[in-house]
């Protein structure tokens, strides 16, 4: 499977002013491309270059591979846009964010990524250095840092192509690994329901629940801050803002992360398989209060679902998504469904047996049961493809670690 390894670059100040220069000119090149690719309705790769490879070389002066990848990162912003349309991630056709999306050529920023092939870039892994192309020449002894484990991985399983990329002043890599994956457990002994939440992050159907208190309080602190600091609007206001950006969804992505490793971990030390709701188009279906839209806007539950899955996919553990339809309204027990089952957001009790359980403990066991329903039935488990990796990494919308692809296993 693709996995993506991020390492720290610590350039120089002349070495940072080269890559700087880089991204700055291929950005550039780029968005010319991308001119041509909208008027003339050219949006392939080999038909673009007959268009643009010249034009790219001689007015920009970069190199054959550089030009070819400015123009592939092109290609495949203009892909992530159709898929993004026929997903209907930008709205419906005709609503303004839609044609703003489509009445325009794809702009690139002056700061995107870049990507780099093997005769690009060179690692010296073991001395932590690059050697990497810049539109000044190529520049050698670029220290990197990494951990361990991601020294490990580089040196095992690093394929293809990697990304440069600037963020917030600091310089990044982001290298392509080809992890060899555990075979799947096509017979799980049961599965492990997992009930995605905002109160509580998860729980499973063995009790265990990841409250979200500690995220939520910190949301709303960190919003507070943000409402405070624009509306002051001065500079050291607008410095701290900057400076505080990412700072939120950093601290999801790690709580994220940690969730995701237990509750995989858990499963396949049991033999089990996990069954997850499918959630897709959850926004679009619900209807919420004013005060309720930012909360349930925040809510990372697709990151975390891609998160179990990659990670059990790298496991072998097989993963169930099932149909979320009454699961909090419906007793683990009898199988009564009634609206006022639902006594109290953490409560549930029944009004046909009386049993009574925590709400979203009872949505797990349903989850679980819906999974085994589904095993009954001969239905295959379904597990994440590897995330799919672009020529790009610049103007791509979706991180590979969003990536909620599947594919069909081996029937349970």
Same mark, same amino acid.
């Given at each position: 499977m693709k996995l993506v390894v991020q390492v720290k670059l610590l350039p120089t100040p002349v070495q940072a002013a080269a890559l700087e220069a880089t991204l700055r000119v291929c950005n550039e090149a780029a968005s010319w491309a991308s001119v041509v690719a909208f008027e003339k309705d050219v949006k392939r790769n080999f038909a673009l270059r007959e268009h643009t490879y010249g034009e790219v070389k001689a007015r920009w002066g970069l190199g054959a591979q550089a030009a070819q990848h400015v123009i592939k990162k092109t290609c495949d912003a203009y892909a992530t846009l159709k898929a993004n349309l026929k997903a209907g991630n930008l709205g419906r056709p005709g609503s303004k964010r839609y044609r703003k999306a489509v009445e325009k050529p794809i702009g690139f920023r002056p700061e995107g990524a870049q990507p780099y092939d093997d005769r690009m870039l060179s690692w010296q892994i073991d001395r932590r250095r690059i050697s990497v192309w810049t539109v000044s020449g190529r520049v050698k002894d670029v220290t990197f840092t990494a951990s361990?484990?991601? $020294?490990?991985? $580089?040196?095992?399983?690093?394929? +293809?192509?990697?990304? $440069?990329?600037? /963020?917030? +002043?600091?310089?990044?890599?982001n290298a392509t690994c080809e992890v060899p994956e555990a075979p799947l457990n096509s017979e799980p002994v049961d599965f492990l329901g997992i009930d995605l939440g905002i109160v509580n992050i998860a729980t499973t159907s063995d009790g265990e629940i990841m409250a979200g208190r500690e995220l939520n309080r910190f949301r709303v602190r960190e919003r507070g801050l943000r409402t405070k600091l624009q509306r002051k609007n001065t500079p050291s206001a607008?410095?701290? $803002?900057?400076?505080? /950006? /990412?700072?939120e969804s950093r601290r999801a992505r790690d709580i994220n992360h940690k969730i995701a490793k237990h509750v995989v971990a858990e499963a396949e030390r049991t033999g089990r398989g996990i069954a997850l709701e499918d959630l897709t188009g959850i926004r679009e279906r619900v209807r919420l209060n004013k005060p309720q839209r930012v909360t349930h806007s925040s809510w990372s539950f697709a990151q975390l679902g891609a998160f179990i899955a990659y990670k059990a996919r790298r496991a072998g553990v097989a993963v169930v998504y099932v149909d979320p339809a009454y699961t909090s309204r419906t007793c683990a027990e009898c199988g009564h469904v009634d609206t006022a089952n639902r006594v109290s957001q953490a409560w549930f009790a029944c009004r046909s047996c009386g049993f009574v359980d925590h709400a979203d403990r009872n949505g797990s066991r349903n989850i679980r049961a819906r999974a085994w329903e589904l095993r009954r039935r001969g239905a295959p488990s379904t597990a994440p493809a590897p995330p799919r990796i672009p020529g790009s990494g610049a103007g791509r919308k979706r991180s590979i670690t969003t990536s909620d692809a599947r594919y069909a296993s081996p029937a349970l």
């Open positions: 361990p484990e991601q $020294l490990a991985t $580089l040196a095992l399983y690093r394929r +293809g192509e990697s990304d $440069l990329l600037c /963020r917030d +002043g600091m310089w990044f890599l607008k410095r701290r $803002l900057k400076k505080r /950006r /990412r700072k």
